[in-house]
């Protein structure tokens, strides 16, 4: 399955979450919190099976995943030490797209991967052009020169917050500690998660 590249304001409305994790999606004028669609304001309970997969599906669009990535992601989460769905997420936000947003250099993960794609990161001194590349702790991001001072970073780095699991200097930034759960992605239930992909 690819990955999704349609609306991700509808998508926010039917999860009831900010997918893009800035709230733009509920702004003033885009206020309709209801899911898309004439019948979105209806209340039917869910089954347990959707329940489980609306949960997945949440963490696959606010990340900018596949379902073949998602699944490779859960069975490397599932054979580390510690609990299967806190080490999924954290495995998830050790990728190099979403490292770079949390660094503030890009205003979307969209936008992150772009970037990383078109060759502008180092990791470690080595050219780094792969999103998906789980980055180690204690590795070292560089923005190459071609990109230093590209108009959308500096404007990203003006207005986005760094992450506290990262140090930001300049041009660069240091992934110096796997974030702890309660920083991150809170309108997650990543046990539903795991208990979809142990059905």
């Given at each position: ?35 898309p ?40 989460a ?14 998830i ?6 490292l ?17 794609n ?8 080595h ?73």
């Amino acid at each position: 399955m690819s990955r999704f590249t349609g609306s991700i304001f509808k998508k926010s409305r039917r999860y009831g979450i900010s997918l893009l994790e800035n709230n733009k999606e509920f702004a003033k004028g885009k206020k309709r919190t209801t899911a898309p669609g004439q019948h979105g304001a209806r209340r039917v309970k869910p089954s347990d099976y959707q329940l489980h997969l609306y949960e997945k599906q949440k963490v696959r669009y606010m990340y900018g995943l596949n379902e073949r990535q998602f699944e490779r992601l859960f069975k490397l989460a599932s054979k580390k030490q510690g609990v299967t769905g806190v080490v999924l997420l954290q495995t998830i936000e050790s990728r190099l797209d979403n490292l770079v947003f949390r660094a503030g250099f890009a205003r979307t993960r969209a936008q992150a991967r772009q970037f990383v794609n078109h060759g502008h990161f180092t990791v470690d001194g080595h050219k780094a052009d792969i999103p998906s590349i789980i980055v180690k702790v204690g590795s070292v991001v560089e923005i190459k020169k071609t990109l230093q001072n590209n108009v959308q970073v500096k404007d990203a780095m003006e207005v986005m917050t760094v992450s506290p699991w990262l140090t930001r200097e300049e041009n660069k930034f240091t992934y110096t500690r796997l974030p702890e759960r309660k920083e991150f992605a809170k309108d997650i239930n990543e046990a539903l998660v795991v208990e979809y992909y142990n059905k």
